[in-house]
T-cell receptor
Framework: EAQVTQNPRYLITVTGKKLTVTCSQN?????MSWYRQDPGLGLRQIYY???????DKGDVPEGYKVSRKEKRNFPLILESPSPNQTSLYFC????????????FGPGTRLLVL | KQEVTQIPAALSVPEGENLVLNCSFT??????LQWFRQDPGKGLTSLLL?????REQTSGRLNASLDKSSGRSTLYIAASQPGDSATYLC????????????FGAGTRLAVHP
C-alpha cells in the first residue's frame, strides 16, 4: 500500500529536549515536505527536499532542521524545542516538483511544555 | 505573496443537500489547485487536482471548478452524506514554486442525518 508514515503520532516533551520526528514514504517519490498546522493559520511549509541531499527552507524554518540521506526518509529535527513549536506536523511526498497528487502522512501532534 | 481564503469557515447542513465550498487566491499565476479532505486525527487526503489549464474536475459526487483569471475555485458536493463531514482544504501551487502548496484555513463541514 502506498503510504507516508510518521512517528511518533503523539509526543509530549519539555523545552530544550532534542527530538526527531521520522517520516518515510514507500512510493519512490523525489519530493518531500514538512508542514505545520496551527488553528487559524492553516498549513505552512517548514522545509522541503527535492531529492537526496537536496533540502531548502520553506516559510517557517526557524527552530527546525531536516536531512535527506535516503530517498525514502525525511526526518524533522527540533534541536531545542520551545512552546511555540507546539503544533500538528505533517510530512508529505510527491512524485515530482509539480505535485501530481501529494500524499500526506497521518500527522504528529507535538506538545512542548 | 499568495494568499488563499476559504469561505465559509464552517458549514452545517442536513443530509441530502447540495453544497458549495468556496476558495479564492490572490495571485493567478498558479500551476495547479488541489482540494483536500482532513478528518480528525488523520492526515490529508487529496480529493481533486485541477491543472491551471483546466476548468473543472469531477470525482463521484464531487466537482471542482477553477477560474484562474478571477482567482476562484469552488468545490461542489452533491447529495451530501454524514460521511462527508470533515474539514475541506484548498491549496494552490505557484507557477514558480518548488513543492510548496499554499493552503487556505479550511471549511469545517458537518452533515447531520
Amino acid at each position: 500500500e502506498a503510504q507516508v508514515t510518521q512517528n511518533p503520532r503523539y509526543l509530549i516533551t519539555v523545552t530544550g529536549k532534542k527530538l526527531t520526528v521520522t517520516c518515510s514514504q514507500n512510493m519512490n517519490h523525489e519530493y518531500m515536505s514538512w508542514y505545520r498546522q496551527d488553528p487559524g493559520l492553516g498549513l505552512r511549509q517548514i522545509y522541503y527536499s527535492m531529492n537526496v541531499e537536496v533540502t531548502d527552507k520553506g516559510d517557517v524554518p526557524e527552530g527546525y532542521k531536516v536531512s535527506r540521506k535516503e530517498k525514502r526518509n525525511f526526518p524533522l529535527i527540533l534541536e531545542s524545542p520551545s512552546p511555540n513549536q507546539t503544533s500538528l506536523y505533517f510530512c508529505a511526498s510527491s512524485l515530482d516538483r509539480h505535485q501530481e497528487t501529494q500524499y500526506f502522512g497521518p500527522g504528529t501532534r507535538l506538545l512542548v511544555l | 505573496k499568495q494568499e488563499v481564503t476559504q469561505i465559509p469557515a464552517a458549514l452545517s447542513v442536513p443530509e441530502g443537500e447540495n453544497l458549495v465550498l468556496n476558495c479564492s487566491f490572490t495571485d493567478s499565476a498558479i500551476y495547479n489547485l488541489q482540494w483536500f479532505r482532513q478528518d480528525p486525527g488523520k492526515g490529508l487526503t487529496s480529493l481533486l487536482l485541477i491543472q491551471s489549464s483546466q476548468r473543472e474536475q469531477t470525482s463521484g459526487r464531487l466537482n471542482a471548478s477553477l477560474d484562474k483569471s478571477s482567482g476562484r475555485s469552488t468545490l461542489y458536493i452533491a447529495a451530501s452524506q454524514p460521511g462527508d463531514s470533515a474539514t475541506y482544504l484548498c491549496a494552490v501551487l505557484g507557477s514558480g514554486g518548488y513543492n510548496k502548496l499554499i493552503f487556505g484555513a479550511g471549511t469545517r463541514l458537518a452533515v447531520h442525518p
